[in-house]
């Protein structure tokens, strides 16, 4: 059983929860950017949370598939497509053996999500079938051609009994463990400074254009762990928040962390779009 | 030691909601800690750097100061021992030689006097960085865009191979045929961290 790729946009990758546990041995977590759209999908068409689903760079994907099939499109809303005809955003849609599912260009967002039932069963490695881009570990991008295996379909759909998606907002900071790198609260600096998001930003990091963070000291520090949605602030002053495929270790200081609830917004920030944070809530 | 043993040696830092960074004092410590701190499973990814743990994932926050505390750092290493063979044949050879005072013919003799120890992997899968080395190596000004995989490399008072071919900016010495990293492997990083490296010459 496969799903025939047939076209693919700016970039398709086989994404599932990732593969933590690995890195002390300089090994990223990966994993879906956007977690809840990945398990929406998911769940819409009967897999595990585990399973493996595709992340859609701005659409652009053509897939057939040789067996009949639920499939689920979440994540950055798109046009889709069924055989020529429209199909659902955000539930269980039937295809038929041989039927082909395109998925246009979102009007909103970046990453689409593509469930497959049973999921796309790619090699694991390392307890983990997501695609690293920074270190290599997983399948390579999915590419025109390849023939992805899909499992053996293990639930039925669910097409009611799903949560909501999350709702958009400031992206919620707590503290980091190097925030004294910035005079005064760097939390409160953050919160009143508008950022836009840099075209260069990545699965590695959410790269912000804006008003420099003041450093009291630039020097580096002896490397250290980092971690997802640590705010990492290079000597120009402009932060980056890491995402999945970010460096197990770094040097430049990290002066805050992005509430692990709120980072999948990060996926579906375009360049040039705005981005505020806010203090998180003590616990 | 004296009565230092009294005074709990490691600093807690916030690291967001989920995790803690402990500092401590050198990258022995830090080994030592990490060791210590996967053996009691403290956090789901317990990340050793050069002079702290990263605990991610802190399965217990509540009791972590207080489990923390009985901890004591150790100095035998009890990680596996590696031996590599290199040829002394990298393109940095007399810089490095500069930079430790010593004839270029000697680079090969000092980086083999000394058991390294793997303090902690960054930078890409399976790069460790080895520890144990006398005297500083400035990184190239300018890295170069493809190290060829298994380069013998310094920089900082690292020494560190390259699992991969990837661009780099530390100073060749020499090269190794050995694989460092194979992710097939049930260990997949040759040199994960509390490894103990010796180099030695390839006949």
């Keep these: ?14 994404q599932d929860r990732g593969r933590p546990g690995w890195a002390h041995l300089g090994v990223p977590r990966s994993g879906a950017l956007d ?27 053509v897939l057939a598939s040789d067996h009949a099939r639920w499939v689920a499109v979440t994540g950055a809303p798109c046009p889709v497509d069924v055989d020529g005809r429209a199909a659902d955003f955000g539930a269980a849609i039937r295809l038929a053996a041989g039927g082909v599912l395109r998925l246009g260009r979102p009007e909103a967002g970046l990453r689409t999500y593509v469930a497959v039932s049973g999921g796309v069963v790619v090699e694991a490695v390392l307890g983990s079938r997501s695609s690293d881009t920074l270190g290599g570990v997983g399948p390579p991008p999915v590419n025109v051609g390849d023939r ?4 053996r379909s293990s639930g039925a759909p669910r097409p009611i009994d799903t949560p909501r998606p999350p709702v958009p907002g400031p992206l919620r900071v707590g503290p980091g463990p190097r925030a004294d ?49 640590a705010v990492q602030v290079p000597p120009d002053g402009r932060p980056v928040v890491f995402l999945a495929d970010h460096p197990t ?34 616990r | ?37 996967r053996g009691r499973a403290l956090a789901a990814d317990v990340v050793p750097g050069a002079e702290s743990v990263l605990l991610d994932g802190v399965t217990d926050r509540d009791r972590l100061a207080s489990v923390l505390d009985s901890w004591r750092p150790t100095t035998d290493q009890p990680g596996p021992r590696v031996e590599l063979a290199v040829t002394y044949d990298g393109p940095d050879l007399e810089d490095v030689a500069e930079y430790w005072g010593c004839a270029v013919e000697q680079v090969a003799a000092r980086h083999q006097a000394v058991e390294l120890v793997s303090a902690f992997c960054g930078f890409a899968p399976g790069f460790a960085y080895l520890s144990g080395l006398e005297g500083e190596v400035p990184r190239l000004a300018t890295p170069r865009a493809r190290v060829p995989a298994g380069s013998v490399a310094l920089a900082g008072p690292w020494c560190g191979v390259y699992p991969t071919a990837s661009p780099g900016g530390w100073r060749i010495i020499g090269r190794t045929d050995a694989v460092l990293w194979d992710q097939a492997r049930p260990r997949p990083a040759l040199l994960a961290p509390g490894t103990r490296v010796r180099f030695r010459a390839a006949p």
């Design chain 1, 1 to 14: 059983m496969t799903l025939e790729v047939r076209h693919v946009g700016a970039s398709t990758l086989v």
């Design chain 1, 181 to 229: 790198r910035v005079p005064g609260d760097v939390l409160d600096l953050l919160s009143r400074t508008t950022y836009v998001v840099s075209p260069d930003s990545d699965r590695i990091g959410l790269r912000l254009l804006g008003d420099p963070l003041p450093l009291a000291r630039t020097d580096e520090l002896p490397s250290e762990g980092m971690v997802l949605g």
């Design chain 1, 148 to 151: 992805l295996p899909v499992g």
């Design chain 1, 249 to 282: 270790t770094g040097g430049y200081p990290v002066v805050a962390v992005v509430e692990p609830a709120d980072l999948w917004q990060c996926a579906q920030l375009r360049p040039g779009e705005r981005v505020r944070f806010r203090r998180a809530a003590r």
């Design chain 1, 35 to 61: 977690a809840p759209a990945a398990a929406l999908a998911n769940r819409l068409v009967g897999n595990d949370p585990d399973d493996a689903c595709l992340e859609v760079v701005l659409g652009g994907l």
């Design chain 2, 1 to 37: 030691m004296g009565d230092a043993w009294i005074m709990n040696p490691v600093h807690l830092l916030p690291v967001g909601r989920d995790a803690v960074l402990v500092e401590v004092a050198s990258p022995q410590e830090a080994v030592s800690l990490a060791t210590w701190a």
